[in-house]
């Protein structure tokens, strides 16, 4: 019984994913993104993140398709049979983490990541940073680039590059990850729970000031940043069988 009647097409800026919604359209209909049954989002990557964060409170399923450049996120791209790809779909169910940022005027700024929380340093001084878990401190002085906090859909972007742990898609874990750590030179990160409260302090933030990013959200010269899972923020994306998200996470392990 097909559950998604009504879909909303949205669209990448490439010409192939404008091309691609244009032949969808013409095919299935576009319904308003408010009163669809689905979302099927057309690009790569970067639109699929954009589409969970502006649909994040719909509670509407995404379902991707390859048009764009890196398709971690994305099913292939195919116009026939769509109603019974969206029926047939495996769904994956993923939390954003919730990031409280202060900065050095004494300003809160909140926003959600899908795939990691970032802190970078922001002048040719490396960043002096201090962890807190669950309120205890655990590192009182890390020395690198930056530091960042994956979710197990987002171990596989940003936090592998860094040489971060790959996380099963149902693991309830996060991965704490340094980015070229000069001291302790040997620490590797951590791996977490998915229910701990994990805090950054920027030490000396006015010689050493650092910007901490939230999937592609900057906020500049922090003096702290606070953050944890937001499990009232469930969001649902759709994968075909044969190209489930989980399969994937565990294919990228075995990759050279």
């Not at 994040?56 to 099913?75: A, E, Q, W």
């Not at 940022?101 to 909140?110: C, K, L, N, P, S």
């Not at 922090?222 to 937001?230: F, R």
Request: net charge neutral; aromatic share 6%.
């Amino acid at each position: 019984m097909n559950q998604f009647k009504t879909i909303a097409f949205v669209a990448g800026q490439t010409p192939e994913a404008r091309e691609a919604c244009a032949r969808l359209e013409k095919r299935y209909g576009n319904a308003d993104p408010a009163k669809a049954d689905v979302i099927v989002a057309l690009g790569g990557d970067g639109l699929m993140l954009q589409t969970l964060h502006k649909f994040m409170k719909s509670g509407k399923p995404i379902y991707g398709m390859h048009r764009g450049t890196v398709g971690f996120l994305m099913n292939e791209f195919a116009e026939e049979k769509l109603a019974e790809r969206l029926t047939s779909a495996h769904i994956t169910v993923i939390h954003p983490l919730l990031m409280q940022a202060r900065d050095v005027q004494g300003r809160t700024h909140e926003h959600r990541a899908i795939n990691e929380v970032s802190l970078f340093r922001q002048s040719a001084q490396a960043s002096h940073l201090r962890i807190l878990i669950d309120g205890q401190e655990r590192l009182a002085e890390l020395i690198s680039d930056g530091v960042l906090v994956a979710t197990p859909a987002g171990s596989t972007a940003y936090n592998l590059s860094a040489h971060g742990p790959i996380l099963p898609l149902d693991a309830p874990l996060l991965a704490l990850t340094p980015v070229s750590p000069f001291r302790p030179r040997r620490w590797r990160g951590a791996i977490l729970s998915d229910r701990a409260v994990i805090e950054f302090r920027v030490l000396d933030p006015e010689k050493r000031p650092v910007s901490a990013v939230a999937d592609q959200v900057e906020v500049r010269d922090i003096a702290s940043v606070k953050m944890a899972l937001d499990r009232s923020n469930p969001l649902t994306l759709l994968f075909d069988p044969e190209h489930a998200l989980d399969d994937r996470i565990v294919m990228e392990q075995f990759a050279f």
